[in-house]
Structures are given as C-alpha cells and as structure tokens.
C-alpha cells in the first residue's frame, strides 16, 4: 500500500478526513486491528491508501525533528501494510498443510518489518481455506491476532459484517470498526468537484458544476446499487481522457451522456429528462413486436414508462414480471422485446 504506485492508483478520499485521520491513528499510533465497513464502492481501499499516506508523512516529520533526513524511515514504510486477498493468500495451494505454511511465512515476514495484513473482502477470509468456517483462514490467524503477533486491517460491506459475525463472531470482535457512511448529495458533489479540481489544475479541459451534478444524478437513478465514489471517479477521468483525445476544451451533456449509454446500454431516451415517452406509442410498439397479447404489452408499458417518470423505488427492482403461458404464445419475444 506505501508504494508510490499504489497511492496513484486510488484518488484521495475527498471529504473523508475524518475517517482517514481516525485510521491513521488506530493503525499508526494505537496499533489496532482495524476493519473498515462501508457499502460497495464508498471508497474504503482509497481511506486506507490515504491513512498510509498520512503515516508516512508524520514519520518522515518525526524524523525530521530527530535530525534524520528521513529517507530511510520512509523507504522501510513504504511497504508496511500488504494489500491482498484471501484468493491470493490461498492461490496454487493444492495439499494440506500447504495453506497455512504460506500463512505462516507471510505472519513472519509481516513480524518481521512490523507490517499489517490488509484484507479486500473480509468474508472471503473467513469462508476461504477450509470445509467450514472453524478450519478457514480467518480461524486460523485468530490465534495470532489475539496474541498480537499479527495485525490486520479489513474491508467488509455491512452484510459481509453481519454475516461474518454469525459465522465466526471471535475473529471480528478482534478488530476495531471503522465506519464509512454513505455520502449526502451534498457531500458527493463536494467530493466530485474536488477530484474533477485536482484533474483541472493540470489541464486546460473543463467540466462545470451543471454536468458534475448531472454525472452524479446519472449514476444514482440508474447505477443506484454501487456507492458513491465508486465507478462515478473512473467515469468521470474517461470523460477527461476523451476530450483530451477528441481535442475538446470542455466536456458537455451529449458527452456525458452518449458515455453512460455506452457503459450501461440504456437507450439515450430514458437519460434525457426533456424527451418525452408517450404511453400509446410505447404499447404500439409492445404490440408490434408481441402479436395477440394485449394484457401483457399493457404490463410491459407500465414498467417503462415508470422508469421513465422516475416513479420507481430506487431501492427495489423497477419490475418483477412472470411471463406464463404455453410454448410458442410470445413469452421469450416479450422478455427481449421489453
């Protein structure tokens, strides 16, 4: 996670100082074991990558202060805390026994620089390695973590916690919780205008506050299972890659939208609030394509044209239609049509 590689690899978790700061000092100074819990997408590996970044610079301040240059202090952290997963932990390992040699190596060498394990998905620690729970990995670092010879730091979804607790409640009451709430709008633009600043500060290509906001607003009608930052900062540094290869000072609304039809397949009628969708030629068409099934055209329309309005719960699925009937009456062309 020190590498310098790995910090250009996540942008900085705007508008998370809090959290990043409350990391820094359990892993840096309380030497805790920690596990970040947040909905997908949140930004928990870039907290972490920045709670790094802050560890590093007060140790190179300290060192300063010491009269050290500080060179060496910095280049032994900048591999302290190991980023993996129990996939790559596990990967290649074919015989008993094998597993938890690795494991093993790995809690040595950690010991070793006085490193933390950092874990992606906490669930896949605690299912992967064995037939059960009681004999996977995370059973099996238990030990060590409660005797303080190892330090781990975790990401888990709220249900993954949930789950995990029921399934090994031990090896999460080993770890201090840190949580990542979901952003407000407010904060999630905040956040956007931050990382689309940073990009403009060395760069002569635009994007104003109207089609953030739009950017935004996109993702969380449509795209509303994943949290904000997630896939909304790699939209949005593809949008300043077009335009610097299309040669464009400024990024619009057809931009923005002709790229999110090409990520999500909507049609653009649905993205465009000032296209209107007219409900009898939403049936014609039903109709055109499905002959002789008029109550089930009618159903099919409604669906869409709640779509369109926006009417839909955007924490529950837009439709959930059983298509019933013998072979060869319009099931299978209803499905695709819609």
């Not at 979804?157 to 090994?168: F, K, V, Y």
């Not at 007219?278 to 329309?301: K, L, M, N």
């Amino acid at each position: 996670v020190g590498s310098d590689a790995m910090h250009r690899s996540f942008s900085r978790p705007h508008t998370r100082e809090r959290q990043v700061a409350e990391l820094a000092q359990l892993l840096g100074r309380e030497r805790a074991n920690v596990l970040l819990v947040g909905d997908t997408g949140v930004g928990k590996t870039s907290v972490l990558v920045e709670a790094v970044r802050q560890i590093e610079r007060e140790k190179r301040e300290s060192a300063k202060a010491e009269g050290n240059d500080g060179v060496d202090t910095a280049g032994s952290s900048s591999h302290k805390i190991w980023l993996t997963s129990a996939g790559r932990l596990i990967a290649g390992m074919k015989y008993l026994g094998q597993w938890q040699a690795r494991c093993e190596q790995v809690i040595e060498e950690l010991a070793r620089i006085d490193g933390v394990l950092a874990i992606e998905t906490l669930s896949e620690l605690v299912n992967a390695g064995g037939h059960s729970e009681t004999d996977g990995i995370a059973a099996f670092l238990l030990p060590f973590i409660e005797r303080g010879e190892l330090r781990v730091v975790g990401e888990a979804t709220p249900a993954e916690l949930d789950a995990c607790r029921r399934l090994l409640p031990g090896f999460v009451n080993a770890f201090r919780i840190l949580h990542l709430p979901t952003f407000a709008e407010a904060e999630a633009l905040t956040a956007l205008n931050a990382y689309c600043a940073t990009i403009e500060r060395n760069s002569p290509i635009r994007l104003d506050t109207d089609a953030r906001a739009l950017i935004y607003h996109l993702f969380k009608r449509f795209l509303p299972y994943e949290g904000f930052p997630g896939k909304t900062v790699n939209f949005t540094s593809r949008l300043y890659e077009l335009a610097k290869t299309n040669q464009l000072k400024e990024i619009g609304k057809d931009q923005i939208i002709g790229e999110f039809v090409k990520l999500t397949g909507l049609p653009e009628i649905f993205l465009r609030d000032e296209v209107t969708l007219d409900e009898e030629d939403v049936r014609v068409f039903f109709q055109s394509e499905v002959i002789g099934q008029p109550e089930a055209c009618r159903a099919a329309t409604s669906s869409v044209l709640t779509f369109k309005a926006g009417l839909n719960d955007p924490g529950r699925p837009l439709g959930v239609l059983l298509f019933t009937g013998p072979t060869g009456v319009g099931k299978t062309e209803l499905a695709r049509t819609l």
